[in-house]
């Protein structure tokens, strides 16, 4: 079946430690996006790629890294440096926007439930 | 840039009876719309959206919505709500461009519907 996953679903992490979410998509589509959910505050985005090897920095990009060396791949590393990661972490995928009229549906992974420690 | 808000944090709602979702958005320029549903420790499923067109709306689940530009709002309705809707709910806006990048989601509304 096409879709997204994300893994691991619980992650947990000590303090000083960089970890790696993984985000992979099936559905042949060329933009994917990675949004931080924190309770009552709905959804940030943190970075954006519209196609293999670019990507560019969200709202909230502080931080987190990202890369995007292949199509179905875009995986989130949390640095360090973000001084409060705890929250819940959803990438989403959608068709190429940039040749689009108008802005297409983002479909979304099952999430990944950082907690530190 | 455009912003949405969403009204009401939670809503209570006995099974069988109507429920209506509020949201309001603003942007100086033209607007698309989505609702999107969340269920607990799952991402986000889309339930509707508004791009051009009839400004009534209907989606998955039984679920409608009105695009309003008078009142810059998306409400969100169902005549009839199940148990199986309780879940969170999520107002989000994008502006007249092709690209994704620039989505704003509100706050989300939680629905707890009660037998």
């Known amino acids: 079946d096409g879709g997204i996953t994300q893994s691991p679903k619980y992650l947990f992490r000590k303090e000083g430690q960089n970890v790696t979410l993984s985000c992979e998509q099936n559905?042949?589509?060329?933009?994917m996006y990675w949004y931080r959910q924190d309770p009552g505050q709905g959804l940030r985005l943190i970075y954006y790629?519209?196609?293999?090897?670019?990507?560019q920095k969200g709202d909230i990009a502080e931080g987190y890294s990202v890369s995007r060396e292949k199509k179905e791949s875009f995986p989130l590393t949390v640095t360090s440096a973000q001084k409060n990661p705890t929250a819940f972490y959803l990438c989403?995928?959608?068709?190429?926007?940039?040749?689009?009229?108008?802005?297409?549906?983002?479909?979304f992974g099952p999430g990944t439930r950082l907690t530190v420690l | 840039a455009q912003s949405v808000t969403q009204l009401d944090s939670q809503v209570p709602v006995f099974e069988e009876a109507p429920v209506e979702l509020r949201c309001n958005y603003s942007?100086?320029?033209?607007?698309?719309l989505f609702w999107y549903v969340q269920y607990p420790n799952q991402g986000l499923q889309l339930l509707l959206k508004?791009?051009?067109?009839?400004?009534l709306v209907k989606g998955i689940n039984g679920f409608e919505a009105e695009f309003n530009k008078s009142q810059t709002s998306f409400h969100l309705r169902k005549p009839s709500v199940h148990i199986s809707d309780t879940a969170e709910y999520f107002c989000?806006?994008?502006?007249?461009?092709?690209?994704?990048?620039?989505?704003?989601f509100g706050a989300g509304t939680r629905l707890t519907v009660k037998p």
């Open positions: 989403a995928s959608s068709i190429d926007q940039i040749t689009g009229v108008s802005p297409d549906t983002q479909y």
């Open positions: 559905l042949n589509h060329d933009a």
């Open positions: 790629s519209q196609i293999v090897n670019d990507f």
């Open positions: 942007s100086s320029v033209s607007v698309y």
């Open positions: 508004y791009l051009s067109g009839s400004t």
């Open positions: 989000a806006v994008s502006v007249g461009s092709s690209n994704n990048n620039d989505m704003r």
